[in-house]
């Protein structure tokens, strides 16, 4: 009796403790310039899906059309002003769902980079910034150190970051990377205080592991406005760019790492009241 029930003992361990699986990871291999999942090389090729443009019901179509088209991957900014219309007041329902966009996301076989801003350009209202913010502070100084305006982003991120934790690639989710700002090389500002506090506040909630980019057209001055340890340096340009030289500055910025577009244009926005804009190629 004793031996039989020292079996079915040992039985159940062997059992329960393959439930598991091997551990989920995405990092950087400088050594090689390339990124690793799970171990192997891997390459991500992605398009543009901003969930708060495209209504809910459409997600999983939109997606799988992704997809089929041959991405391995998907990046979405996060517009603040959706999700906090006013102070303390949050939607994360219909279009605003983020937690369904993700879980979409990784249905569909999609891996995310995530772009939370706060800022985040992308032709909205105020760059996705909240018009409340300046009923705060009239004389408010957006993208700064400006301690209303943190105090602000830190509430907020306090909120969103913990949310889509659970969907890190490493934790069993589809996101692989997070953005830090958005072009902030071609601000004014060029803060430097502002970007360690962010890239502190994404690691704080996120892990010191995650990892971090961020995004300019690319020149030397905006990589140096925008200069923050700890972050890929990637690059935004359009058809026609001299991909080269492009790349040769962001060598510069950073030295070794990999060579990453985030945002290729094979097109440009048209204006109210402008004439259609055509993009015209030109032999770099």
Not at 39 to 57: D, M, Q
Not at 141 to 161: E, F, G, N, P, Q
Not at 236 to 247: H, I, L, Q, S, Y
Not at 258 to 278: K, Q, S
Request: aromatic share 14%; charged share 25%.
């Amino acid at each position: 009796m004793s031996a039989l029930w020292t079996f079915f003992a040992l039985l159940s361990i062997v059992a329960t403790g393959n439930t598991e699986g091997p551990a989920r990871s995405f990092i950087v291999d400088y050594e090689n310039d390339r990124f690793l999942k799970d171990g192997e090389p891997f390459r991500y090729v992605s398009g543009s899906l901003h969930y708060f443009r495209v209504p809910k019901a459409y997600w999983k179509d939109r997606m799988t059309k992704m997809k089929l088209a041959g991405l391995n991957a998907l990046q979405t900014y996060v517009e603040w002003s959706g999700h906090e219309p006013e102070p303390g007041k949050y939607v994360f329902e219909d279009n605003y769902d983020l937690k369904t966009f993700l879980e979409t996301a990784q249905e569909v076989g999609l891996l995310v980079i995530f772009r939370p801003g706060p800022y985040i350009c992308a032709e909205r209202d105020n760059g996705g910034l909240p018009y409340w913010l300046l009923r705060l502070d009239p004389n408010m100084r957006y993208r700064s150190s400006d301690k209303t305006y943190l105090d602000a982003v830190d509430k907020w991120l306090s909120v969103l970051l913990p949310m889509v934790e659970p969907y890190l690639y490493k934790n069993g989710g589809p996101i692989i990377t997070v953005q830090v700002e958005n072009e902030y090389g071609q601000y004014f500002v060029c803060d430097h205080n502002y970007m360690r506090h962010l890239v502190e506040v994404f690691q704080h909630y996120l892990g010191q592991d995650i990892i971090l980019f961020r995004t300019d057209a690319p020149s030397d001055s905006a990589y140096r406005c925008d200069a923050v340890n700890n972050t890929l340096v990637t690059a935004d340009f359009g058809a026609g760019t001299n991909v080269k030289r492009v790349f040769d500055v962001v060598k510069r910025a950073q030295g070794k790492g990999l060579l990453i577009v985030t945002e290729y244009y094979p097109g440009w926005l048209d204006h109210w009241g402008a004439p259609h804009a055509r993009l015209i190629l030109k032999k770099c």
